[in-house]
């Protein structure tokens, strides 16, 4: 089951807010993370499995102060069927010509070793 947590931080720099970053990332499950608000100062993080207290400590005890706000499920996705892309095979028979490099050593026989004349 994916849930979606939310969490409050006290995120003032961009160092803060990439710090908060890397330290939920590597939670157990995490799959996404983000930074939202209009301030820039809630962690997003959408994963299967993940412990949203221990995240939250675990923040808390990196970044600074941390406030788990929501957690609540993801609903999935629902295919319409618009966006399906077919796929028409070639009608004509389409071939791809390989191609050949040679390569040859060029030796003067009559060089005398001396190439600067």
């Not at 997003?44 to 706000?69: E, F, P, Q, Y």
């Not at 004509?92 to 005398?112: A, F, G, H, K, L």
């Given at each position: 089951?994916?849930q979606k947590i939310v969490i409050q931080m006290h995120l003032t720099?961009?160092?803060?807010?990439?710090?908060?970053?890397?330290?939920?990332?590597?939670?157990?499950?995490?799959?996404?993370?983000?930074?939202?608000?209009?301030?820039?100062?809630?962690?997003?993080?959408?994963?299967?499995?993940?412990?949203?207290?221990?995240?939250?400590?675990?923040?808390?005890?990196?970044?600074?102060?941390?406030?788990?706000?929501?957690?609540?499920?993801?609903?999935?996705?629902?295919?319409?069927?618009?966006?399906?892309?077919?796929?028409?095979?070639?009608?004509?028979?389409?071939?791809?010509?390989?191609?050949?490099?040679?390569?040859?050593?060029?030796?003067?026989?009559?060089?005398?070793?001396?190439?600067?004349?």
């Amino acid at each position: 089951m994916k849930q979606k947590i939310v969490i409050q931080m006290h995120l003032t720099c961009e160092k803060c807010r990439s710090k908060a970053m890397k330290v939920a990332s590597v939670a157990y499950g995490v799959s996404s993370v983000a930074i939202e608000g209009e301030d820039k100062s809630q962690v997003v993080v959408v994963g299967d499995g993940v412990d949203a207290v221990k995240l939250t400590s675990s923040l808390r005890k990196k970044v600074g102060c941390a406030s788990l706000i929501s957690v609540e499920k993801v609903k999935p996705k629902v295919d319409t069927g618009k966006d399906k892309v077919t796929i028409v095979p070639c009608q004509t028979s389409c071939y791809q010509n390989p191609q050949v490099y040679v390569c040859e050593s060029v030796s003067d026989q009559y060089s005398s070793g001396c190439s600067i004349m």
